[in-house]
C-alpha cells in the first residue's frame, strides 16, 4: 500500500519537475493542473510564493505575491522556507494544511517540504529570468530601453520583415519647461502618455524606447508614417484627467525609411542613421523632422574628416586669423575689428560654415578659439611694437567654453602670456550662450571687466532672453544684429526702423557702445548716423581681410559720402 503511495507520489513530482525543466514547452495550465493533484495527494490545502528583488523590497512589501493553490481550507501552517539567492533576491514559500488533516506523518511532512523546496527553485528562476529581462530591457520608469530597441530590430531581420519599417530617433521639444512648469511627477505622466500615444499608433509591430531623458529611438510599419508624423509634430497631452489639464508636445526628429531589401549588418548602422537626421533636425532651425538619405551620409563624412584633419592642421598653422573692420561712420577711421577664422589646406579655403559647426559639436572649438586668441595678441603686439597703429580686436568664444569653469584663468593665462596690453582685447560671446545660464556667464564678464578686458554680446536680439542678458550681465559693447536693421526699401515708421532706433537708444542710455553689424548700404549708413550709432561692420567697409590688408586699412580712411565705403587716400 504505502509502495504504491510512495510510487503515485514520485509520478507525479517527476511529472512536474519535467514540466518545470522543460521553458520551450511550458504550457501553464497544465503545470497548475499536476500541481494541484500533487497537493491534493499530499492534503496541502494551500500554496503562497512571494518573491522579493531585495531584503529592503521585502520590508517594505514590494514584490511578487502569488497564491498557486488554495481550495479554501487552509488554516495551519506546514511548511515555510525562505531562501536569499545569491544575487541577493529573497523568496519565501508557505504550505497550509487544513486542522483535521494534521498532523502530517513524516513521510508526508518530508515530501511535502521536497515540493516546497522544488517550487521555490522554479519560481525563483522564473521571477529572476523576469528581474533580470526587466533590468535589462527596461530603465526605471519602465519604457523599453536601447537593449529592447536593438533586440527588436534583431527579431525583424530574423524574420526578413525589416524592410518597410521606419526607425526614429526624437527628442522631446522645450521638455525642460515643461518639468519647470508642472514639476516632475506631472512631466512624467505627460512623458509617458505622449509616448503611450506613440506606442499605440506604432501597434503590436512597433516599439517605443528611451535613451535617457527626453532622448528615444522607435520603430514602426511604413504604413503607419502619417499618424506618426502627426503625433511627433505637435498633439496635446492630457496630464491630469480629472480636469483635463493638457499641454502641448512636439518632438525634433530624425528618421529613416528602411528599404526592402535592405541588409542590416549590425543594429548599430540603423541607430546612426536617426541619430545623423535627428542631429540635422536639431541644428537646421526649421525643420522638426528629417529625413536621412545620401545627402546627409556624405555630410556626416565630411564632418568625421573634419575632425580627423584638425589635430594636423592646428599643428600645421593652417588656421589663420582674417579682420572685418568696425568703423566709425562719421570719421571713416577704423576703430576695431573683429577676429574670424579661415583654414587653408593644400592651397584651398574650407568655408568656415563647413567646418565651424562640425567642431563645436566637441569641445576641439575651444581650442580653436585659444588658438585665435593667441594669433590676435600676437597681431597687437607686433603692431606696437612696429609703431604701427592697433585697435582693440574682438575675439569669439564659442558657448562650449562655459563648461569650463576655469575659463577665466585660461583666458588670462594666454593674453598674459603673450603680454598683451588688455585694452586691446574684446572677448566676444554671442546672446545664445544664454541657455548655460547667467550666474556662469556672469561670472566670467565681471572677471575679464575686472582684469581690463572688454567684453561684447554678439547678435543682440536674436535669443529669448536678450532684456534679462543686458541687465543681468555688465556688457561693455552691444553688437546689434543685422535683423534689427532697416533695409533701404524700409519706410521710417516701419517696425523694423522703430525697433533699431530704441535699441540703440536704450544702449546710449545703459552706457553701452553700441556696433551694429550686416551695413552693406549707404543708406544704412545713414540710418546709423541719424539714430546716433557711431559704429559700423559689414561689406559696405570690407568683408574680413588677411592681415597684411587689415593693416593697410588702419592707416586710411573710408569715404562714407560716395556710397561705396571706398578709401580715402
Not at 541577493?88 to 497550509?96: A, C, E, K, N
Not at 530601453?145 to 522645450?174: D, E, K, T
Not at 590688408?549 to 592707416?555: M, Q
Request: charged share 30%; hydrophobic share 40%; net charge negative.
Amino acid at each position: 500500500m504505502e509502495q504504491a503511495r510512495e510510487k503515485a507520489y514520485y509520478d507525479l513530482f517527476e511529472r512536474m519537475i519535467d514540466q518545470m525543466n522543460d521553458p520551450d514547452h511550458f504550457v501553464r495550465a497544465d503545470f497548475i493542473k499536476t500541481l494541484t493533484e500533487i497537493c491534493e495527494f499530499l492534503h496541502i490545502a494551500k500554496g503562497v510564493t512571494e518573491f522579493y528583488i531585495s531584503p529592503s523590497h521585502e520590508k517594505t512589501g514590494e514584490g511578487e505575491k502569488l497564491i498557486d493553490y488554495d481550495n479554501g481550507r487552509g488554516e495551519e501552517v506546514i511548511v515555510r522556507r525562505r531562501i536569499i539567492s545569491k544575487s541577493g533576491s529573497v523568496i519565501i514559500g508557505t504550505l497550509y494544511g487544513a486542522r483535521e488533516d494534521l498532523p502530517f506523518t513524516p513521510e508526508d511532512q518530508h515530501r511535502t517540504d521536497i515540493l516546497l523546496r522544488a517550487l521555490l527553485g522554479f519560481v525563483g528562476r522564473n521571477r529572476l529570468l523576469k528581474a533580470v529581462e526587466r533590468f535589462a530591457y527596461f530603465d526605471e520608469q519602465e519604457f523599453p530601453n536601447v537593449r529592447s530597441f536593438f533586440r527588436h530590430l534583431s527579431q525583424l531581420v530574423m524574420q526578413g520583415r525589416i524592410g518597410g519599417h521606419v526607425a526614429a530617433a526624437f527628442n522631446l521639444r522645450h521638455f525642460a519647461l515643461i518639468n519647470q512648469q508642472l514639476g516632475r511627477e506631472l512631466g512624467d505622466v505627460v512623458m509617458s502618455n505622449y509616448v503611450n500615444l506613440l506606442g499605440m499608433a506604432a501597434g503590436a509591430d512597433g516599439i517605443v524606447c528611451r535613451l535617457g531623458g527626453d532622448n528615444f529611438v522607435m520603430l514602426f510599419d511604413r504604413e503607419v508614417m502619417g499618424e506618426i508624423r502627426e503625433i511627433l509634430a505637435g498633439v496635446p497631452v492630457v496630464y491630469d484627467e480629472a480636469t483635463e489639464q493638457q499641454v502641448m508636445i512636439s518632438a525634433t526628429t530624425g528618421l529613416f525609411v528602411i528599404p526592402q531589401g535592405y541588409e542590416m549588418h549590425s543594429p548599430g548602422e540603423i541607430m546612426e542613421r536617426i541619430v545623423t537626421a535627428l542631429q540635422e533636425a536639431r541644428r537646421s532651425g526649421g525643420e522638426t523632422i528629417v529625413f536621412y538619405d545620401e545627402q546627409l551620409y556624405d555630410k556626416r563624412e565630411r564632418a568625421m574628416r573634419i575632425q580627423n584633419l584638425f589635430p594636423e592642421a592646428m599643428a600645421k598653422g593652417e588656421f589663420r586669423v582674417f579682420y572685418q573692420p568696425k568703423v566709425n561712420v562719421e570719421t571713416g577711421w577704423v576703430v576695431g575689428a573683429e577676429a574670424l577664422c579661415r583654414w587653408f589646406r593644400d592651397g584651398q579655403i574650407i568655408s568656415p560654415g563647413e567646418f565651424i559647426p562640425v567642431l563645436e559639436q566637441s569641445m576641439e572649438i575651444c581650442q580653436l578659439d585659444f588658438h585665435m586668441l593667441r594669433l590676435v595678441c600676437r597681431d597687437i603686439n607686433r603692431w606696437l611694437s612696429e609703431g604701427k597703429r592697433a585697435v582693440r580686436v574682438s575675439v569669439n568664444l564659442s558657448r562650449k567654453h562655459m563648461a569650463d569653469m576655469d575659463l577665466l584663468e585660461h583666458l588670462m593665462k594666454i593674453i598674459n602670456e603673450e603680454r598683451t596690453p588688455h585694452e586691446y582685447v574684446e572677448i566676444e560671446l554671442t546672446e545664445t550662450t544664454t541657455d548655460v545660464g547667467f550666474r556662469d556667464l556672469k561670472r566670467v564678464v565681471s572677471g575679464l571687466q575686472q582684469e581690463g578686458i572688454c567684453t561684447s554680446v554678439d547678435d543682440f536680439g536674436m535669443g529669448y532672453s536678450s532684456l534679462n542678458l543686458i541687465r543681468e550681465i555688465p556688457w561693455n559693447v552691444l553688437k546689434i544684429d543685422r535683423c534689427f536693421l532697416p533695409m533701404d526699401e524700409e519706410e521710417e515708421n516701419s517696425t523694423t526702423s522703430r525697433m533699431y532706433k530704441h535699441v540703440v537708444a536704450m544702449a546710449g542710455d545703459l552706457g553701452l557702445e553700441c556696433v551694429t553689424e550686416g551695413v552693406e548700404t549707404k543708406n544704412q549708413v545713414e540710418i546709423l548716423k541719424n539714430n546716433h550709432c557711431q559704429v559700423a561692420q559689414g561689406f559696405f567697409f570690407d568683408r574680413p581681410l588677411p592681415v597684411e590688408e587689415f593693416e593697410e586699412r588702419l592707416d586710411r580712411q573710408y569715404d562714407t559720402s560716395d556710397g561705396k565705403g571706398s578709401e580715402r587716400g
